[in-house]
């Protein structure tokens, strides 16, 4: 089974500087995809970025950016020039690829609060 | 489009009631589920429903049915419920297919069982 596993329960970050939320996972497929979502207190979840695993280019979307590592299985979200609206927790996620029934399941990993210091 | 809607917001019952979450997408996407999210726990897929009339048991089906009669609904039914039920409850929903990335989120239902 896949398993999706964040370390940092908490982080926080001075308003304008960057700061790196990572995540390890784990799985025997070679076809994937990769989540960052973003739950702010009104519980709503975003999507912030995804990558897909045959890619090899790291995804970037504004002020976010990921750091890919297909063989380390490492998939850390970069957030740049960080703003008070980026405090959320922020959830990890994992896909498999292909179409089959189950395979739209999201795994998940525990999550990590974010705190921006203004 | 009203995206994919969830009622009620916050519910409390009491230990043995039942109830029904209603889920709602007017995206016209095949693939739902839902999901339970605890603290500390992340979030875990209770049903999914590949289209109409398919159903199946994801990671935490224990205490819990749905069904799918239509495109549009898929609501979560707690026969009976139990205080390890309280909860913050999200559907979610997509297009089926390979470049079927993103799935789209209720707002959640908080559920309380006391």
């Known amino acids: 089974a896949q398993t999706v596993t964040q370390s940092q329960p908490e982080m926080s970050v001075q308003e304008a500087e960057t700061v790196t939320l990572s995540c390890t996972y784990d799985?025997?497929?070679?076809?994937?995809?990769l989540f960052w979502y973003k739950q702010p207190p009104s519980r709503q979840m975003i999507l912030v970025i995804r990558?897909?695993?045959?890619?090899?280019q790291n995804a970037t979307e504004n002020r976010f950016s990921v750091n890919f590592q297909k063989a380390a299985k490492s998939f850390s979200l970069k957030i740049s020039d960080s703003q008070l609206g980026d405090a959320a927790m922020y959830f990890c996620?994992?896909?498999?690829?292909?179409?089959?029934?189950?395979?739209?399941?999201?795994?998940f990993g525990k999550g990590t609060l974010l705190t921006v210091n203004p | 489009n009203a995206g994919v809607t969830q009622t009620p917001k916050f519910q409390v019952l009491k230990t043995g009631q039942s109830m029904t979450l209603q889920c709602a997408q007017d995206?016209?996407?095949?693939?739902m589920s839902w999901y339970r999210q605890d603290p500390g726990m992340g979030l875990r897929l209770i049903h999914y429903?590949?289209?109409?009339?398919?159903?199946d048991q994801g990671e935490v089906p224990n205490g819990y049915n749905v069904s799918r009669s239509t495109t549009e609904d898929f609501p979560l039914r707690l026969l009976s419920a139990a205080p390890s039920q309280t909860s913050v409850y999200f559907c979610?929903?997509?297009?089926?297919?390979?470049?079927?990335?993103?799935?789209?989120f209720g707002p959640g239902t908080r559920l309380t069982v006391t």
């Open positions: 995206m016209n996407h095949e693939y």
């Open positions: 990558q897909e695993a045959y890619k090899q």
């Open positions: 979610a929903s997509s297009f089926r297919g390979l470049t079927a990335y993103e799935q789209y």
């Open positions: 429903s590949v289209g109409a009339g398919i159903t």
């Open positions: 996620a994992y896909r498999r690829a292909d179409s089959g029934g189950s395979n739209y399941k999201l795994t």
């Open positions: 799985t025997s497929e070679s076809d994937y995809y």
